[in-house]
C-alpha cells in the first residue's frame, strides 16, 4: 500500500473536509478520494458511507456542491467519495466522450483488452479504497453505508448487491437502474465488456436485485419527475422496483418527486434523509 498525501484540508462543521491522493495498483494511476471527518472522529471511530458521483464528475463535485457535511457532523457519520474513473492513463479515446472513458467508469471491472488494466472501478471501491480509509482514518469498518447519483446511484446499488454483507445501508439519487436497457448503459457495457449480454447482466442493478441471496437490504431511492434523464428512459426506477418485489430479501423504497431534476439542487434537498437513513441502519 502506498503512502496517501493530504492534497486540501477544511475545517466545515467542526469537522475537517480532506481531499487525498494515493498510487492505485487497482488502477495503475494516482487517484484522489475525499473523506469528512466529522468532529465526533476525535474522539471514537465512526460509521462511514460512500458517495459515488456520476457522468463527468471527480471528488470535487459532491464536497462542494452537496452541503453534505452539516447532516454527517450531526449524525457522526465519515463520509468518503472517491474519483468516477481511472485518470491519465493515456488510453486512446479515453476524453473523447462525455458519457465513455474519464469521469465515466461506470464502477465495474472492464473485459475488454483496451481497458482492463486501468478501468477497474468496482475492484478499487471495494478493496483498495477501504483498505486505506480503514487503515488511515478512524472508521468502524463493520458499519458501511454507501449511496450516490445517476451513474453512481447504479454504482451504489451493484456494489451492494454483489458483494453480499460488504454495505449494511443503501440509497441512491436518480440511479441508472437497468443499464442494460438504456443508452448509457448500452454504450458502456459495450466499450468496457464487450458485445456478450450476458456479461452484460452481471453489472445491472435490475437482473442482479432478481437473484440476490445476501443479508436483507433496504433500498431508498430519489428520483426526479422533472429529470429529463428519467423521461428519456436512461434510468429506468419502475424495472428495479418491480424486480425487488420478486426478491424477499430486498425492500426497495422509491419515492417520486414532483418538480425537482437532475442536478445537485435535487440531491442537496433529500440528502439529510438519506444520512439518516444510514444511520438509523448502521446504529441499529
Not at 463520509?79 to 465513455?100: M, N
Request: net charge negative; aromatic share 12%.
Amino acid at each position: 500500500m502506498s503512502e496517501i498525501e493530504v492534497v486540501s484540508s477544511n475545517r466545515c462543521f467542526g469537522g475537517d473536509q480532506l481531499v487525498v491522493s494515493h498510487l492505485s495498483n487497482i488502477l495503475s494511476c494516482k487517484m484522489k478520494f475525499s473523506i469528512y471527518l466529522p468532529p465526533k472522529s476525535k474522539d471514537v471511530k465512526c460509521p462511514v458511507v460512500y458517495f459515488l458521483s456520476g457522468l463527468t464528475c471527480d471528488e470535487q463535485v459532491f464536497i462542494n456542491k452537496s452541503g453534505a457535511q452539516m447532516a454527517a457532523a450531526q449524525h457522526g457519520i465519515i463520509l468518503v467519495g472517491p474519483d468516477t474513473s481511472p485518470r491519465g492513463c493515456k488510453i486512446e479515446g479515453e476524453d473523447d466522450s462525455w458519457d465513455f472513458g474519464s469521469a465515466a467508469g461506470f464502477y465495474l471491472d472492464a473485459t475488454e483488452e483496451k481497458w482492463k488494466k486501468n478501468y477497474n472501478m468496482h475492484s478499487y471501491v471495494t478493496q483498495e479504497l477501504p483498505s486505506y480509509v480503514n487503515e488511515k482514518f478512524p472508521v468502524l469498518p463493520e458499519r458501511v453505508g454507501i449511496t450516490g447519483h445517476s451513474m453512481g446511484g447504479h454504482g451504489a446499488l451493484i456494489l451492494a448487491l454483489r458483494n453480499p454483507g460488504m454495505f449494511q445501508s443503501v440509497s441512491a439519487f436518480a440511479p441508472i437502474c437497468n443499464p442494460i436497457n438504456c443508452p448509457w448503459g448500452e454504450k458502456a457495457f459495450s466499450g468496457y465488456l464487450g458485445a456478450d449480454k450476458n456479461i452484460w447482466k452481471e453489472w445491472d442493478a435490475t437482473e442482479l436485485a432478481l437473484k440476490y441471496k445476501g443479508p436483507p437490504l433496504m433500498f431508498l431511492i430519489d428520483q426526479g419527475l422533472e429529470d429529463k434523464f428519467y423521461k428519456e428512459k436512461q434510468l429506468l426506477p419502475e424495472n428495479l422496483t418491480t424486480a425487488c418485489l420478486s426478491n424477499t430479501n430486498i425492500q426497495c423504497i422509491t419515492r417520486y418527486q414532483e418538480g425537482y431534476d437532475h442536478s445537485y439542487f435535487f440531491i442537496k434537498t433529500f440528502l439529510a434523509e438519506h444520512l439518516k437513513h444510514h444511520f438509523d441502519i448502521l446504529n441499529a
